[in-house]
Nanobody
Framework: QVQLVESGGGQVQPGGSLRLSCAAS????????MGWFRQAPGEQRELVAMIVSSGVTNYADSVKGRFIISGDTAKNTVTLQMNSLKAEDTAVYYC???????????????WGQGTQVTVSS
């Protein structure tokens, strides 16, 4: 089994900052990439940021210049530093990892339980 455990999130005023962290554990053979998606009420889940094991990163246009994703391949963790937060960043944020487990033969997507981020004055 592979588990993703998220921490961080909460409520902040516009312009503030929050940090999200996610740790993957279990029978992991290899992590190819980890990242964050978000889903606002009535909206589809969308990519926020992703980091590949090589260090290459990818960001949604809406968060470029404000959010920073970083990862620790040795610990199988990923962190999202969110700065200059806006009301439109309000959503449930989900950690995602593309992992091949020791008991598996192919990479699969795994998801965290989600953490609420609310940006409001």
């Amino acid at each position: 089994q592979v588990q993703l455990v998220e921490s961080g999130g909460g409520q902040v005023q516009p312009g503030g900052s929050l940090r999200l962290s996610c740790a993957a554990s279990g029978n992991i053979f290899k992590v190819f990439r980890m990242g964050w998606f978000r889903q606002a009420p009535g909206e589809q889940r969308e990519l926020v940021a992703m980091i590949v094991s090589s260090g290459v990163t990818n960001y949604a246009d809406s968060v470029k210049g404000r959010f920073i994703i970083s990862g620790d391949t040795a610990k199988n963790t990923v962190t999202l530093q969110m700065n200059s937060l806006k009301a439109e960043d309000t959503a449930v944020y989900y950690c995602n990892a593309f992992i091949i487990a020791t008991t598996d033969t192919e990479f699969r997507h795994y998801w965290g339980q989600g953490t609420q981020v609310t940006v409001s004055s």
